[in-house]
Every structure is written in structure tokens, then in C-alpha cells.
């Protein structure tokens, strides 16, 4: 079964500095990857998806994804953090069964965002 | 543009007592899921239905059942529950049974049972 690791369970940076959430999967085949965002008391949200067309993802809120093979990894980042980013975000991974489609999430990272 | 729409948004049972969450899609996808969240844990499946009139375990099945009703509709049901049921529940569907289709997730349930 696929599997998705989300290496740090809180991560804190200060407004306008570097977001970097970290992801590493384990796929026996070439997967499909996404990364969800939740606000708080909210569902969650696609942020982006990896579908093999590009390795480099970009999605919304300004945040973007790297699908690295060789690392098994598929980091998020933005640029510049934001206060409205502070949410936990969580990286999935499909995982192709005959009777359908499942998503295997991580565990999730929590970022807070200093002023 | 309602999505995906889950009810109740809270709800407090006693312990034995049975309920049914309820959900629904505006969107005309086929697939829908009931996962669970709990601190810590990340989202874990409970039942998925692939295409109306299928349903399938998910990874924590134990002490829930499901209906898909309809295309529209995927219920699930608690016959008697359980401390270890508190949780979030969460509803999502998405188009088809491709592996590049994003799930959309409704608001969740907040249950907490006494």
C-alpha cells in the first residue's frame, strides 16, 4: 500500500520568510500526489496535484510543489509567507485499487505564522 | 455552490446511542468517501463508494455502516456508539475513479459521544 510520510508536525515561520513543508511517499508505481490545506473548522482544500504532466506544480495562494523521483519527495513551498497562510496542511497520495480510487493522506503539518 | 454539504455540523450522543451523518454532492461526481479525523492522525478512511451502488472498506470500517442512497447522497451510520467514535467526520466526493482527481470535502461533522 502506498504510504505518505509529512516530516515535522508544527512548523512556525515568521511573516514574509520561507514556507517549506516536507513530504516523502512510497509508491511501487508512479503515483498521483496532492497537497490539502484545512482552515480552521473547514474541510479541506486542494492547494495543488501532481499528475506527472510537470514536475514542477504550482497552485494557489502562491504555493508551489516539486515532484523530485530520486527523493521520493514532494516538498511544498512559498516564497514569502503570509498570516492568512497559518493552517495545517497535509500532502496525499492515490492509491489505485480495482474497486476504485483511494487517498492516502500524512499526518498533517500544522504552520504557524509570526508577525 | 454548495459543493459538498454534511449534516448535522455538531452533534453529542450518549454511549449505545445510534445516528446517521448525512451527506450530499451537487457536483454529479460518482466516487464518495467518509473519512475521520483525529489529532495526530491525519484523515483515515472509513467506507468509499467507487460509483452509486458499490460501497467498500476503507481502513476503519469497525462500528460504522454506509448507504449510498443515490448518486447524490452517502450516508453513514453509527449503530451504537463508542468514546473512540468522538471525532470529525468528513465527507468528500470526486468526479470518477481516475487517480488524478482531487477530492472535494464538505465542512464536517463534530460528534462527541459521552
Known amino acids: 500500500a502506498q504510504s505518505v510520510t509529512q516530516l515535522g508536525s508544527h512548523v512556525s515561520v515568521s511573516e514574509g520568510a520561507l514556507v517549506l513543508l516536507r513530504c516523502n511517499y512510497s509508491?511501487?508505481?508512479?503515483?498521483?500526489l496532492f497537497w490539502y490545506v484545512q482552515y480552521p473548522n473547514q474541510g479541506l482544500q486542494l492547494l495543488l496535484k501532481?499528475?506527472?504532466?510537470?514536475?514542477l506544480v504550482k497552485g494557489i495562494n502562491g504555493f508551489e510543489a516539486e515532484f523530485k523521483k530520486s527523493e521520493t519527495s514532494f516538498h511544498l513551498t512559498k516564497p514569502s509567507a503570509h498570516m492568512s497562510d497559518a493552517a495545517e496542511y497535509f500532502c496525499?497520495?492515490?492509491?489505485?485499487?480495482?474497486?476504485?480510487?483511494?487517498?492516502?493522506f500524512g499526518t498533517g503539518t500544522r504552520l504557524a505564522v509570526r508577525p | 455552490n454548495a459543493g459538498v454539504t454534511q449534516t448535522p455540523k455538531f452533534q453529542v450522543l450518549k454511549t449505545g446511542q445510534s445516528m446517521t451523518l448525512q451527506c450530499a454532492q451537487d457536483?454529479?461526481?460518482?466516487?464518495m468517501y467518509w473519512y475521520r479525523q483525529d489529532p495526530g492522525m491525519g484523515l483515515r478512511l472509513i467506507y468509499y463508494s467507487a460509483s452509486e451502488g458499490t460501497t467498500d472498506k476503507g481502513e476503519v470500517p469497525n462500528g460504522y455502516n454506509v448507504s449510498r442512497l443515490n448518486k447524490r447522497e452517502f450516508s453513514l451510520r453509527l449503530e451504537s456508539a463508542a468514546p473512540s467514535q468522538t471525532s470529525v467526520y468528513f465527507c468528500?466526493?470526486?468526479?470518477?475513479?481516475?487517480?488524478?482527481?482531487?477530492?472535494?470535502f464538505g465542512d464536517g461533522t463534530r460528534l462527541s459521544i459521552l
Open positions: 501532481y499528475t506527472s504532466a510537470a514536475t
Open positions: 509508491s511501487s508505481v508512479p503515483p498521483y
Open positions: 496525499a497520495v492515490s492509491d489505485r485499487q480495482s474497486s476504485g480510487d483511494k487517498l492516502t
Open positions: 457536483m454529479n461526481h460518482n466516487s
Open positions: 468528500a466526493s470526486s468526479a470518477s475513479a481516475g487517480r488524478n482527481q482531487p477530492q472535494h
